[in-house]
């Protein structure tokens, strides 16, 4: 069964940086394509990063320039670099196996003024 684990949330003070990583099982992610998907309490989850199998990427405009999406295909690891970090950006990000879709966990990440 395809899984997904996400790892490296935690709280940070604006203006700083976290990488997050999703590591799978059942499925090598080298050859799906891959994103990042947020969700704030109270609102809807947004996608703000997608890596195809050919390296293509696309980011949200709010994230556009501060975050970057990548992957490590010996590891068999998606990556969601982020910088600049803003309060706005305090959510739970998921990683999501668009090809078999396939939602990770969560990690939540909160961003102190």
């Known amino acids: 069964q395809v899984q997904l684990v996400e790892s490296g949330g935690r709280l940070v003070q604006a203006g700083g940086s976290l990488r997050f990583s999703c590591t799978a099982s059942?499925?090598?992610?080298?050859?799906?394509?891959m994103a990042w998907h947020r969700q704030a309490t109270g609102k809807q989850r947004e996608k703000v990063a997608v890596?195809?199998?050919?390296?293509?990427?696309n980011y949200a405009e709010s994230v556009k320039d501060r975050y970057t999406i990548s992957r490590d295909n010996a590891k068999n690891t998606v990556y969601l670099q982020m910088n600049s970090l803003k309060p706005e950006d305090t959510a739970v990000y998921y990683c999501?196996?668009?090809?078999?879709?396939?939602w990770g966990p969560g990690t939540q990440v909160t961003v102190s003024s």
């Open positions: 890596l195809t199998s050919g390296g293509t990427t």
């Open positions: 999501r196996d668009i090809r078999n879709g396939v």
């Open positions: 059942g499925s090598t992610l080298s050859i799906n394509p």
